[in-house]
Structure formats: structure tokens, C-alpha cells
């Protein structure tokens, strides 16, 4: 666990903080105002940090939202993997990523949206670094997703007719789509219908 010290703006004696608190502090604001939205004021107030503090530890806000954006892709892709990793049907793990997805859309969560398609929306067209993290993030979920679907017609619980690059494409389209109507305030009910009738593709 890495900490970073804090020189309290200015005064006192320096104090440890811990650098994956802050970030992940960073990454619900980031997400909840966008990138473009805040301020590195704005941010030390977030993080509870001074600015000075967060000047030396990532020199700027880009850095922070780059800093940030590595470990909410790390964190997802963590939780991603212990579905593949289960020792459930294709047609299960493909059901319970697409839930994953949709307990993310609605209520509170829903509200705070995707780091990602802050990512995308904002810097991916004029950042080359982010557009690259951001491709990598979405050309993995979709990598995954195919994964699945084919494991799913090996095992028999999705249907040989299905084109597996196809689906998968518009599965990852599904899930990203879902986040953002999340952002405007959805009832999980709804998400989960969705689920529900992404599921009858697979027949």
C-alpha cells in the first residue's frame, strides 16, 4: 500500500496519505462531474488533500484522471475475472456479467457513471493516451465477452447459430449503454429486464 506525503497546505508537520484512498476518491468525482468539470480546487476538496499535495504527487489533473482511470479499470477487470473464472456455463457467467453491469446502472451508482466513458465522451478524441487506455479497456470487455459466448457453445447453454464477434460487439454496446441511461436515473427492475431480453439472443 503506497502513501504520499501530505504537507497539510503548508502547515504542521507533513502527514502520510494513502494514494489508492485518494484515487479512488478522485475516480467517484471524476465520474460524477466528468473531467473537464472540476477543477484541481474542486479536487482537493474531493480528496481532502491540498493542492499542493496533489501538484507534487501527480504534477497535474490529467495525470490524476490517468492515475485514477488505471486503477478503476484495474478494479472492474478484477471483478470481470472472477466470473470468467468460475466454473459456471457460458450462458451463466455471459448473464452475470451483463447483471454486473446492470447493479451498476441504476440508483446511486448508476448516477455516479462509468470512468471510462468519461474517458471516451471527453478526452478520446483529442488525448492520445487516454483514446489508448480506453480502447484497451473496451477491446478487452469485448474480447471477454466473445470468450464466454464461445466457452457457450462449447458447452452446449448458447445456441452454434450465434456469431460470437457479432454478439459480443453488441453485448459490449448493451453494457456501455446501460451505464449511460444510468447516469439519467434508472430502476434496477428496468436494468434487469434488459438483461433479460439480451439473454433471449443467445436461443
Known amino acids: 500500500m503506497s502513501s504520499i506525503n501530505d504537507s497539510s497546505r503548508g502547515r504542521g508537520r507533513p502527514r502520510e496519505f494513502d494514494i489508492d484512498e485518494a484515487l479512488d476518491r478522485a475516480i467517484l468525482h471524476f465520474r460524477k462531474h466528468g473531467y473537464n468539470g472540476v477543477s484541481i480546487a474542486d479536487l482537493s476538496g474531493a480528496l481532502k488533500l ?3 499535495s496533489i501538484y507534487k504527487a501527480f ?3 490529467h495525470n490524476l484522471f490517468s492515475a485514477a482511470l488505471d486503477r478503476y479499470m484495474a478494479l472492474r477487470s478484477a ?3 472472477d466470473i470468467m473464472n468460475s466454473e459456471e456455463s457460458g450462458r451463466e457467467k455471459l448473464r452475470r456479467l451483463l447483471v454486473f453491469y446492470a447493479e451498476s446502472s441504476h440508483a446511486s451508482e448508476g448516477r455516479y457513471g462509468c470512468l471510462v466513458i468519461v474517458g ?5 478524441s483529442t488525448d492520445e493516451e487516454i483514446a489508448a487506455k480506453v480502447s484497451s479497456a473496451l477491446e478487452g470487455n469485448q474480447k471477454r465477452l466473445k470468450d464466454i459466448i464461445l466457452q457457450g457453445q462449447n458447452d ?3 445456441s452454434k447459430k450465434v456469431d460470437a464477434e457479432t454478439t459480443a460487439r453488441l453485448m459490449l454496446s448493451l453494457a456501455q449503454g446501460m451505464r449511460v441511461l444510468g447516469k439519467t436515473g434508472q430502476k434496477r427492475e428496468d436494468m434487469m429486464a434488459v438483461v433479460d431480453a439480451a439473454m433471449q439472443l443467445l436461443n
Open 59 to 61: 504534477l497535474n489533473k
Open 50 to 52: 491540498s493542492s499542493g
Open 156 to 158: 452446449g447453454s448458447i
Open 120 to 124: 471516451a465522451v471527453e478526452l478520446a
Open 79 to 81: 471483478r470481470l475475472l
